[in-house]
């Protein structure tokens, strides 16, 4: 089972940034120095991925433009002698061999995920949601892709919860197979702590075999008229195992706006070129 594909969604209104995402897209805004999404494709990439399908709808151009060549602005540089501004310019279009497919309507993550079924082939694939920044010792993508091609089976990754949590993730029903690796028995999402099977939340990461497909479309909407993928995960689990792995390192949840403040910060505090002003900024702030 080799993994060379990942499909991103980035489809989705990004209700919850609004005014910021009225004109454009979530993916693209920007933490630190980047926007969010080249965090997801720099994890791809890192994890021995080749082809990327990112699945866009209306008004999100600018993140084709983001991964695309700008032979303007690479002269420009150029004349400029900005070599370092060049080098990152260029290095960005060469991350993968980007794909873009349109969802048409906005049906859910899952009904996201289904638009790359011909993209996909028919090979297992990782999806990686740019909600989330993910650092870690090895890429959190990579990780996935190690244990599924142990199990031979669809991998999601899992991040443990407080009691708040397990009122924003969907949990499941862990049984323990191996150091890290748990085989998925149920999962409810939402459930809050009362309901809660467990405090392992699953996250923006997946590896999934091709089954999935037909899971996704055997699915029902949900009473919001969404096709959710926990939902296809459940159906998917009927007919082979799916297991959930604890990844090994940070996650920095950027969905909504306290989040994204959080990350923007703890990942400013890491970064050698930053750090030590805004550490000291922060310490002059008057708390
Ligand atoms: P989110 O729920 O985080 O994104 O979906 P959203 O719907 O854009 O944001 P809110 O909840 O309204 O604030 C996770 C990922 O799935 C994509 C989103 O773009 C996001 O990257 N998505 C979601 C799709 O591609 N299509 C959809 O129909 C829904």
Known sequence: M????????????GTRFLPATKAQPKEMLTVLDKPLIQYSVEEAAGSGIEHIAVIVSRGKDAILDHFDRNPELEQFLKEKQKFEQL?????????????????KEMLGLGHAILMAEEFVGGEPFAVLLPDDIFDCPVPCTQQLI????????SVIVLGRVDAEGTKKYGIIKPHPIAD??????????????????SDLAII????????????????EPDHRGEIQITDAIKLLRQEQPVYGYLFEG???DCGDKIGFLKGSVSLALKRPDYAAEFRAFLRDIDL
């Open 146 to 153: 190690t244990a599924a091609e142990q199990y031979e089976a």
């Open 2 to 13: 080799k993994i060379r594909k990942a499909v991103i969604p980035a489809a989705g209104y």
């Open 180 to 197: 890290r690796v748990f085989r998925v028995d149920d999962m409810i999402e939402k459930p809050g702590p009362e309901r809660a099977f």
């Open 250 to 252: 940070t996650r920095h």
């Open 87 to 103: 080098h990152e310019v260029e290095r960005i279009t060469g991350l993968a061999e980007f794909h873009y497919i349109r969802q």
């Open 204 to 219: 923006g990461r997946y590896v999934f075999t091709p089954e999935i497909f037909q899971a996704i479309r055997d699915t």
